[in-house]
């Protein structure tokens, strides 16, 4: 599909919704802000399904139009008309999106990273790491992944990715031209880059945007999501493991990986480890100081800039791109919610009276399906809104775990999008690589996919039960 | 000066005045002998003679000479041993006069006579002093001079060497790609008409068209004809008209790759002459070096020099006005290095000043008996302090610069220009500088 | 997409075409362009910017009449336009001195002495295109017919 087309169907639907009667839309008693936020929602979907424009710059859209459309400070034509306007959102709750704990949480994520990258602890860590698992290939290629899983859960799916394929293709180029050895390698790599983000709930966005849904009596402290979270990743790490090596077995009898380096020992390197391990520390345990992860994570951002270990010039290469995509999908959220329209959706369509399992199918399907043709984050943004206002109104949900688990369920399927080299960074970075093709990719994709699938509803039945 | 001794001439008188004691040597005879008995002191009158030690392997070294007026066998009557220290041979047929140690030590007043001689003995010795530090510089010079000279010979046959080489390599590229070409133009002339027409403007033109001309026409053609960006370009490089190109409309694809071949066995044929050239003018400069021969063409030579320095003369505007039919009696390879050494000496100082528009330019010219060459730059001139000693050695303009190749400096080049019974001159004013070379026809 | 060009500067046409062929199994998704003169490749660079597209390499010989390639290569490092620019030296004859203002002051990315091996030569000209789609934060899949992977990866650890 070319750019232009792209483009009129991206916006030009979401126009005709805008300015379509009232009456078009299957909805009684419609706003006008309800109507504008389908558009929105429309151009939303649409935008991040096409991808006319960048997914941040749809994220940052969403967040403009609904100021200048939706927010009690829009634009003066957008607030006439008493009867059926409707509900307008302050401006400030949908500009604070943009700082939102999430994003904030996010944002401790990146600094905790960038420092550990910075002063080379990434590449030492996994230097050390690697040693225990000797040199016969497949303990290799099972160490390979487990760091880069471990990794991946702390810092972002991407840079781990790029920094293990870059420790490996020296040594790939090594192997036996003709053995499927090096696909193996070369796979197990980003399949363990996804799988780990699942571990923690700043290991990958969609798991954050799940954790903007989890409040109240839903709350997930950083501790709980891995109580369940490093399981679920251990687990699938190591059938993904079993499967590389069914079906692509190393004919080299030892693979030795040399990884160069020294531990940094001056006082600035010491910040970053003990802060590294403090912060993760006080995630796990704010049952016994009571600041949530949220606060903790602004705790290394303090420190690391305080002690000029990120300096300005490191604040630039901050993914400002992937905070802002989160946060367009909060101010989605926000919307759908706040201009009553989710609640007005869900009170039309009549789920109450489907039976829950289907409910949770067919979303996690969907869940799957979308993340592997467009990006993993944006599938959170739109799903998960959704589901969260469509969880509340089912009573019978709650036999299942309730929205709880619905949402992390979700959140999960999000990223069990790892079919194509297109679904995920991670898969694009391995396949420019060369040793595999697609076909490849997507036959190890396919088993992975439908096992951690059946496993995301495994433990969610396990902890069901276990609660 | 306060002279406390005596004259030379009072010392003549004094005590060589004894007719009998003269003696007169043919040129060849010895004096004295080393470690032989001396006890007179010899005063040269006329000729020359050189003292010489041999050491035990019999090799001669020359110590000092002795010319009229000065004093011989002065060590062995002197310091009362009378025995020669050096072998003392007349190079010239010589007459001496002498002093007898035995009468003169038998005079009452000796100590004092001494005293007297003392001053003219030192001069004397300061005199042998001299001659030995001038001809210890002058044999300095020699080795450098020859050292000099050896490498150039050993670069002259480290380039013939390579030249050999290279021209074997060069003849066979050579020979084998005219094969190549006349028997592809055999196979061509069989494939029809217009795949022959393409190969053949290719090999006849190679690509006459400039960059810019490619990216003009480069538009035109992919507009009028529809093809690709990159079908465009290779179209526009043959340079063919648009019309032609149009008649072999929806086959251009096909043709365009004959004319490609063509023009690269252009391009072949090009490389290969120039690069038999240039090993042929290297081969010149490092065999030809010793011989010479009359009825050198010195525009021939130019042209070699020209050729051996044009990675130097492209990022000059070069100028040549040579007059045909000027002979000398010369080496060619001299004289290509003499050549070499003035064309680079006028790049450099152009290049070296970042001036706009550098322009060299060549000039023969001749009269029934001279030949003039004028190597002739637009370059910032020789500063005045230096263009009185631009023939003296090491002297140069450059600075701080590297500079490697096959020049030899202008004091060579005069050197070998005056072995011609030739002359080098030079005009420098800011904007144009002028070497003028004459050399006798012959 | 933005167009990116390579341009290749050589006083002789034989080794500008052979160079521009060789460049030519690039593929179409850089343009390559022939100029016979600094002077003409500055008209050229400009023009290019001038439309929004971008000169991505820039392939200079040394020797050159009236400029020479080094002279070329550091006006452009001087000219904030095209300091990130990259930029190739390939040359048979350059003296150390040349070479030593090559690197100081035209911050040449890489020095290539003629007659260079061709696979060597692409992969030089692939690093720099990558390199250069990063530094100026061009979307580098499109490119990946061209682009040198393990730059890629380089790049993506640290901003990733």
Known sequence: MNQRLKLLISFGIPLLILFMPASFIPLDNLTLVEQRMIAILFMAALCWILEPIPVFSTSILIIVLELVMISDKSLVIFREDGNTLGELIPYGEIMGTFASPIIMLFLGGFFLAMAATKYRLDVNLARVMLKPFGNKPKFVMLGLMVITALFSMFMSNTATTAMMLSILMPVLALFPTDGKGKIGFALSIPIAANVGGIGTPIGTPPNAIALKYLTGEDYISFGEWMVFGLPYVLVILFISWVVLQWLFPAKVKEVDMDIKGKFLKTWKAYVVYISFILTILLWLTDFLHGMNSYIVALIPVAVFTSFGIITKSDLKNISWDVLWLVSGGIALGLGLEKSGLAAHLIDAIPFGTLPAYIIIISITLLAVVMANFISNTATANLLLPIVAALAMSIPALAEFGGVRHLIVMTALSCSMGMLLPVSTPPNALAFGTGYFKTPDMVRVGLIIMAVGYLFIHLFAYLFNTAI | MDFKGYSYQQIRERYFSEEKNSRKLKKGEILMKQGAKNDRLYLLIKGKIIAYVSNEAGNKYEVFRINPGMFAGVYSFFSGSYMSRTTMEAVEDSELLFLEAQPFEEREDTESEIRFLLPVILSDLNARMESAHQMASEKEEAITQLLKAEKMATLGQLAAGLAHELNNAVSVLKSKSDWLARELDNFFRNQGAEVFDFYHRGLETGQAMSSREVREDREKISVELGVDRNTAKRLARTGLPISTLKEHRGDLERLIIYWEIGAAFHDMGLASEHASQVVQSVKELGAGSAERKSGLDINKTLRDALTLIQSVLRQVEVQTELKEGLYTMASSGELVQVWINLLKNACESMINSRMENPVLRVETSGTAKWITVRVIDNGPGIPDDIIGKIFQPNVTTKKGGLSFGLGLGLPISLNIIQDYNGSISVNSNPGRTEFIVKLPVA | ?160
């Not at chain 3, 400009?46 to 550091?74: C, R």
């Not at chain 3, 452009?76 to 001195?97: P, Q």
């Not at chain 3, 934060?137 to 640290?158: C, N, P, V, W």
Request: include cysteine; hydrophobic fraction near 40%; charge should be negative.
């Open chain 3, 1 to 160: 997409m933005e167009k990116l060009f390579i341009i290749v500067v050589d006083d002789q046409r034989e080794v500008l075409t052979t160079v521009s062929s060789e460049l030519e199994a690039l593929g179409s998704l850089v343009f390559v362009e022939e100029c016979e003169s600094p002077a003409e490749a500055w008209e050229l660079i400009e023009e290019i910017d001038a439309n929004g597209d971008y000169p991505a390499v820039v392939i200079s010989d040394h020797v050159m009449p009236v400029k020479t390639g080094v002279e070329f290569l550091s006006e452009l490092s001087e000219d904030s336009r095209f300091a990130d620019v990259k930029k190739v030296l390939l040359t048979g004859l350059a003296t150390h001195s040349d070479t030593i203002n090559a690197i100081n002051q035209a911050s040449i990315h890489r020095y290539v002495e003629k007659p260079w091996d061709k696979e060597e030569f692409l992969q030089i000209v692939r690093t720099l295109i990558t390199e250069y789609l990063l530094e100026k934060g061009l979307d580098y899949q499109g490119y990946s017919e061209i682009t040198d992977h393990a730059t890629i990866l380089r790049f993506m650890k640290d901003n990733g």
